[in-house]
T-cell receptor, first 114, second 111 residues
Framework: DTAVSQTPKYLVTQMGNDKSIKCEQN?????MYWYKQDSKKFLKIMFS???????INETVPNRFSPKSPDKAHLNLHINSLELGDSAVYFC?????????????FGPGTRLTVL | SQQGEEDPQALSIQEGENATMNCSYK?????LQWYRQNSGRGLVHLIL?????REKHSGRLRVTLDTSKKSSSLLITASRAADTASYFC???????????FGQGTRLTINP
């Protein structure tokens, strides 16, 4: 009954490959996010979806494509992986109901590109 | 950059002591939030303070917000070994619909 879950937890792949990370939340939240945390622990937002619609797209290379088949799922597909994509990727969600609400984070997916 | 800054980057104290972490930011905010991240885990929300609030308490946590100085502090009283983690402040900017995180303070509680 994990609130925000991600699969896989670890992903090791070769440069140039295409990979996907999946995220699901069972909290009934309308808004979901993808964040990237680099080796220095700096956490930066990548994308945000509200009710399956993209509302935030930071300056992320277009090799990254999020997809939200329904409001409980937000997947991240990455094409032509590069060494610099190695990081921990976190999915998060939050309820609607104003601006002052917390976000709930998944456990993270550690991506290593060789 | 809108990114907040945290101070100190690392803090090591003895169990039972109080730990204080500071966060500064650059633009107007709706609220400021503090999160904890244990090693290898996701972030966990600790406390949220709105822009019109000056102080907030939750258990052993005390957060202050000074919007004139664009700064916040998180105080953990009577620290425990289980408080060892990284602590992040995150600012929710007006109309931005996103959180901007600082780089975190790595807190170590020594038994």
């Amino acid at each position: 009954d994990t609130a925000v879950s991600q699969t896989p937890k670890y992903l090791v792949t070769q440069m140039g490959n295409d990979k996907s990370i999946k995220c699901e939340q069972n909290l009934g939240h309308d808004t979901m996010y993808w964040y990237k945390q680099d080796s220095k622990k700096f956490l930066k937002i990548m994308f945000s979806y509200n009710n399956k619609e993209l509302i935030i797209n930071e300056t992320v290379p277009n090799r990254f494509s999020p997809k939200s088949p329904d409001k409980a799922h937000l997947n991240l597909h990455i094409n032509s992986l590069e060494l610099g994509d190695s990081a921990v990727y976190f999915c998060a969600s939050r309820p609607s109901g104003g601006d002052s609400v917390a976000q709930y984070f998944g456990p993270g997916t550690r991506l290593t590109v060789l | 950059s809108q990114q907040g800054e945290e101070d100190p980057q690392a803090l090591s104290i003895q169990e039972g002591e109080n730990a204080t972490m500071n966060c500064s930011y650059k633009t107007s905010i709706n609220n400021l939030q503090w999160y904890r991240q244990n090693s290898g885990r996701g972030l966990v929300h600790l406390i949220l303070i709105r822009s019109n609030e000056r102080e907030k308490h939750s258990g052993r946590l005390r957060v202050t917000l000074d919007t004139s100085k664009k700064s916040s502090s998180l105080l953990i009283t009577a620290s425990r070994a289980a408080d060892t983690a990284s602590y992040f402040c995150a600012t929710d900017f007006q109309g931005a619909q996103k959180l901007v995180f600082g780089q975190g303070t790595r807190l170590t509680i020594n038994p």
